[in-house]
């Protein structure tokens, strides 16, 4: 049998976040990220490995996200081709990464090792949650292929002794999706934002099948300018 992680856990994970979010927005103090009102001089970057959702998936997200800037318009939303699932974060983004100085054909190899016998799968994108710092899509990952392929990601760097920071922030099991970050503290229709936020607390955004994965560098936002797709995984869909 498989490393699974629960639906249930991931939930407990969601919860807890969804809690403590609630007591920011209502007393009016969520964490602003300055760098994003000045993105260009942010210099930190990283190299993750990502998954993209399903057209559906995206749409439903973009739907959300326009009803929520038509009460809250001054925050930063993601952008279509911005959001993302992150299956691991290889570096985390500092400002002396150096994509020059990395051997990325390494990264890559590791990664292909890790990735040969992990088949597509899928993840069920269902209601919100959020942080002191952002709003996120609740990710489910449907089975335990997820879940396996960031063990066996874990298993090969340290095998092979690539660098990476894996985990060093924290250990990552769920599969959520970040799509509002706070740039302005909510000082207008606060009231209204935390009622539409509650209402589309277990909306159903859809699955998305996962048939490929993208190995890339990236600014702290996964900002569509700062991205670079280093190299493409297809997974095996039979």
């Known amino acids: 049998m498989g490393i699974q992680i629960s639906a249930s856990e991931i939930q407990l994970t969601y919860d807890k976040l969804w809690s403590q979010a609630l007591q920011s927005i209502q007393t009016n103090s969520v964490r602003i990220d300055s760098n ?10 990283g190299l993750s ?7 559906d998936v995206q749409d439903a997200v973009m739907n959300f996200l326009n009803e929520a800037n038509q009460i809250v318009s001054n925050q930063y939303y993601y952008k279509p081709n911005e959001l993302h699932t992150t299956v691991l974060t290889i570096i985390t983004n500092n400002a002396e990464f150096k994509l020059s100085e990395i051997d990325i054909a390494s990264y890559v190899e590791v990664l292909a090792q890790s990735i040969v016998s992990i088949p597509s799968f899928k993840i069920s994108y269902r209601g919100i949650t959020a942080s002191p710092d952002c709003l996120m ?14 063990q066996k990601i874990r298993e090969n760097f340290k095998k092979y002794d690539v660098k990476s920071t894996l985990d060093e922030r924290y250990k990552t099991h769920t599969a959520h999706m970040t799509c509002l970050r706070f740039q302005n503290p909510i000082m207008k229709n606060s009231d209204e934002f ?6 589309n607390r277990d909306f159903n955004f859809g699955t998305s099948e996962l048939i490929d994965l ?18 493409r995984y297809p997974l095996n869909t039979h």
């Open 36 to 45: 994003l009102l000045s993105k260009t001089v942010d210099l930190r970057r």
């Open 49 to 55: 490995l990502i998954c993209r959702p399903s057209r």
């Open 137 to 150: 899509i609740q990710g489910f990952p449907q089975g335990s292929n997820l879940e396996e392929l960031r």
């Open 194 to 199: 935390l009622r539409f936020l509650k209402k």
């Open 214 to 231: 993208e190995f890339v560098v990236n600014d702290w936002y996964m900002s569509e300018e700062n991205v670079e797709v280093l190299h």
